[in-house]
C-alpha cells in the first residue's frame, strides 16, 4: 500500500492522559498536514510540515498538541492531557508541492471518557 | 460567515438522475478548488479539483468553478446507490496553498 497511513486507527483514553498518533505520508511527498473532523463538520486545519520543518499552526491548536516530523518523512500529533472535547477523528494528509491535491490516510479515531 | 457554506441536505436523488452539489466560499483571492468525498465512517477522498473558470470533466462527475461569484459545484450524472456519501468542498486560502478550508459538506443519498 503506497498511500498515507496512520496509526492507531483507533483509541479510547480516559481524560487527562496523553496520546500521541503516527502518520507516514505517501513516500515521495514533502507536505504533510494534520486535521481534525468531528461529527457533522468538515476537516479543521491543525498544522503544516514542509519537509522537517512546521510553518503553520492553527491559532486554534492549545498548547496541549504538538506534533514533530524530525526527519522529514513520519510525523507525530501527540495531545497532552486530553479533554472530552478532542474526542474528534484525527486525519492526516500529504501532497507533493505547492498546490498539489492532499491525499488522506485513514484517519485515527480518538474517544476521551 | 462560514468561510466555506454547503447545503447539508440530505440531497435525495433516484438512481439514474444528476445529482447537483453546490459550494460558496468568501475568500475572494482562493485560488484551487476541490471536491472530496466521504462515506460514514471513513477518511475524505478525492474526486476532483479544478483552478480555472468553466467546467472540468472525469468520467460522471463534472466541476463548475465561477471565481467571480464565488461559486463552485459538482454534478454527478448517472447517479448510483454507491454515490451516496458525504462531500466535501474545499478551497485553499488566498497567500498560499499551505491547508485547506472545508465546508460541511452535503449529505447524498441515491435510492434505487
Known amino acids: 500500500d503506497t498511500g498515507v497511513s496512520q496509526d492507531p486507527r483507533h483509541k479510547i483514553t480516559k481524560r487527562g492522559q496523553n496520546v500521541t498518533f503516527r502518520c507516514d505520508p505517501i513516500?515521495?511527498?514533502?507536505?504533510l498536514y494534520w486535521y481534525r473532523q468531528t461529527l457533522g463538520q468538515g476537516p479543521e486545519f491543525l498544522t503544516y510540515f514542509q519537509n522537517e520543518a512546521q510553518l503553520e499552526k492553527s491559532r486554534l491548536l492549545s498548547d496541549r498538541f504538538s506534533a514533530e516530523r524530525p526527519k522529514g518523512s513520519f510525523s507525530t500529533l501527540e495531545i497532552q492531557r486530553t479533554e472530552q472535547g478532542d474526542s474528534a477523528m484525527y486525519l492526516c494528509?500529504?501532497?507533493?508541492?505547492?498546490?498539489?491535491?492532499?491525499?488522506f490516510g485513514p484517519g485515527t479515531r480518538l474517544l476521551v471518557l | 460567515q462560514k468561510e466555506v457554506e454547503q447545503n447539508s441536505g440530505p440531497l435525495s436523488v433516484p438512481e439514474g438522475a444528476i445529482a447537483s452539489l453546490n459550494c460558496t466560499y468568501s475568500d475572494r483571492g482562493s485560488q484551487s478548488f476541490f471536491w472530496y468525498r466521504q462515506y460514514s465512517g471513513k477518511s475524505p477522498e478525492l474526486i476532483m479539483f479544478i483552478y480555472s473558470n468553466g467546467d472540468k470533466e472525469d468520467g460522471r462527475f463534472t466541476a463548475q468553478l465561477n471565481k467571480a461569484s464565488q461559486y463552485v459545484s459538482l454534478l454527478i450524472r448517472d447517479s448510483q446507490p454507491s454515490d451516496s456519501a458525504t462531500y466535501l468542498c474545499a478551497v485553499t486560502p488566498s497567500g498560499g496553498y499551505n491547508k485547506l478550508i472545508f465546508g460541511a459538506g452535503t449529505r447524498l443519498a441515491v435510492h434505487p
Open positions: 494528509a500529504s501532497s507533493s508541492g505547492q498546490a498539489e491535491t492532499q491525499y
Open positions: 513516500s515521495e511527498h514533502n507536505r
